[in-house]
């Protein structure tokens, strides 16, 4: 079952279960979500539940209607879409297992990893001083204060294709993703920040893009809004 998040300011107010057709969202007491705020249209927006998926609909509201920052008039949500409605948010959530897709089918646990070429790009982003890519090296000197803080939480958030919406937490010292004999990459959790380094791919030098430039061999920060782009899949690392 599909869920909604309502915040404000980064603070949760209220779920909503999508359990019914149609859900309006709007100021006024007879809407099925009520928010309050003078931002807001008295019907601002309505979803449509129809069997698995669900559609938002914005109803000629004065501010409009956002999803993940951009206006809308019709959208087809899908998991993590962010709707933004006046100053709060409604987070849309999708509570079953199609949820898990994503890491089953791009995330490579440790038992099918390409072994030694995983622990050779686990060593490269250890050495990432003298081996950093030109733009690597352009962000470690321009980052150096900021890296002695503490490493802040990131994630990645599927951008593209059937999984768009999707999100990861890079919460382990090593994460691997792609697909064997199409193209992976590694992204290693260090103190001085996130690093993404190719690990193999099906063609000779067909390395994941950055912000649509190649990587290269060797280890390359990563930073806030970078978009990765790794076997066909769009993906954005951003910092929690």
């Known amino acids: ?3 909604l998040v309502l915040s404000l300011d980064g603070q949760v107010m209220a779920e909503y279960n999508m359990n019914k057709e149609r859900y309006t969202i709007g ?3 007879d809407n099925d979500i009520r928010i309050d ?3 807001v249209s008295g019907h601002h927006s309505l979803i449509i539940n129809i069997l698995n998926d669900s559609f938002l ?6 501010n409009g209607t956002y999803v993940n920052g951009k206006l809308i008039k019709k959208h087809a949500l899908q998991h993590g879409d962010v709707v933004t409605v006046g100053h709060h948010q409604l987070r849309f959530v999708e509570d079953d297992e199609a949820q898990d897709e994503f890491e089953k089918t791009m995330v490579i646990q440790p038992s099918s990893r390409p072994v030694e070429k995983v622990r050779a790009a686990s060593e490269a982003a250890e050495k990432v001083s003298p081996s950093l890519s030109a ?8 980052d150096t204060a900021s890296s002695a803080a503490a490493l ?3 994630k990645l958030q599927v951008l593209s294709g059937a999984f768009a919406g999707r999100e990861l937490e890079l919460s382990k010292a090593l994460t691997t993703l792609g697909r064997p004999g199409v193209q992976v990459a590694a992204i290693t959790r260090r103190a001085e920040g996130y690093f993404i380094v190719h690990v193999d791919s099906g063609k000779a030098d067909d390395y994941p893009l950055l912000n ?3 990587i290269g061999a ?6 806030d809004n970078d978009v990765i782009q790794l076997a066909g899949v769009k993906m954005g690392f951003f910092v929690t």
Not at 57 to 62: I, P
Not at 135 to 142: E, I, M, P, V, Y
């Open 135 to 142: 733009t690597g090296k352009t962000r470690a000197l321009n």
């Open 57 to 62: 609909e914005d109803l000629n509201s004065t």
């Open 27 to 29: 100021r006024l007491p």
């Open 1 to 3: 079952m599909a869920r």
């Open 218 to 223: 060797q280890a390359t920060r990563l930073a």
């Open 37 to 39: 705020n003078a931002a």
């Open 152 to 154: 802040k939480k990131a």
């Open 212 to 214: 649509g430039t190649a």
